[in-house]
T-cell receptor, first 112, second 111 residues
Framework: DAKTTQPNSMESNEEEPVHLPCNHS???????IHWYRQLPSQGPEYVIH???SNVNNRMASLAIAEDRKSSTLILHRATLRDAAVYYC?????????????FGQGTELSVKP | NAGVTQTPKFRILKIGQSMTLQCTQD?????MYWYRQDPGMGLKLIYY???????DKGEVPNGYNVSRSTTEDFPLRLELAAPSQTSVYFC??????????FGEGSRLTVL
């Protein structure tokens, strides 16, 4: 499992896009990139994951660099409810995988 | 579906006491996890399991034990509680490690 590095904190304005970076320079070919977030006083929740191609879902988009050494979680229009700590992980899934270790996380604050 | 259920939600222990945090899931997930989160800090993996009868250490396993006798249950045992084990404990499950579903957490204080 690759070590991940994220900025400690970021700020955004409401209704603007947010790009949250994650570095995982030691990622292996079978490691998926996972993103989770934790709202204040709540348990973590899944956001998105991907292997090589960019991924979209109703919550966010995941842009993965061509060399897979970094990725960016994109919130297209930040809302106040998106204020949370966002965690990135690079971990294998399936056989011989599953040991999901989180990085230190980025605390996102959203200003009205 | 109840999802991932953790009990108890709150517990105060005295130093040296033992207890078991219970975790059960009704999604027929193969993978289960225990994390701890100290105040103001991130999540640390304690133990995880990829199926019944299989468990493996995470980042911070010392002072804890787990067992996985059924697919549904993954209890976490604390032996000889210490103040350093004061934390919020989260149980999670997933089918094969791709999307984890977390419980609401168990807040443990050791005095």
């Amino acid at each position: 499992d690759a070590k991940t590095t994220q900025p400690n904190s970021m700020e955004s304005n409401e209704e603007e896009p947010v790009h949250l970076p994650c570095n995982h320079s030691t990622i292996s070919g079978t490691d998926y990139i996972h993103w989770y977030r934790q709202l204040p006083s709540q348990g973590p929740e899944y956001v998105i994951h991907g292997l090589t191609s960019n991924v979209n879902n109703r919550m966010a988009s995941l842009a993965i660099a061509e060399d897979r050494k970094s990725s960016t979680l994109i919130l297209h229009r930040a809302t106040l409810r998106d204020a949370a700590v966002y965690y990135c992980s690079a971990t294998r899934t399936g056989n011989q995988g599953g040991k999901l270790i989180f990085g230190q996380g980025t605390e996102l604050s959203v200003k009205p | 579906n109840a999802g991932v259920t953790q009990t108890p939600k709150f517990r105060i222990l005295k130093i040296g006491q033992s207890m078991t945090l219970q975790c059960t899931q009704d999604m027929n997930h193969n993978y289960m996890y225990w994390y701890r989160q100290d105040p103001g800090m991130g999540l640390k993996l304690i133990y995880y399991s990829v199926g019944a009868g299989i468990t493996d250490k995470g980042e911070v396993p010392n002072g804890y034990n787990v067992s996985r006798s059924t697919t549904e249950d993954f209890p976490l045992r604390l032996e000889l509680a210490a103040p350093s084990q004061t934390s919020v404990y989260f149980c999670a499950s997933s089918y094969a490690g791709e999307e984890l579903f977390f419980g609401e957490g168990s807040r443990l204080t050791v005095l």
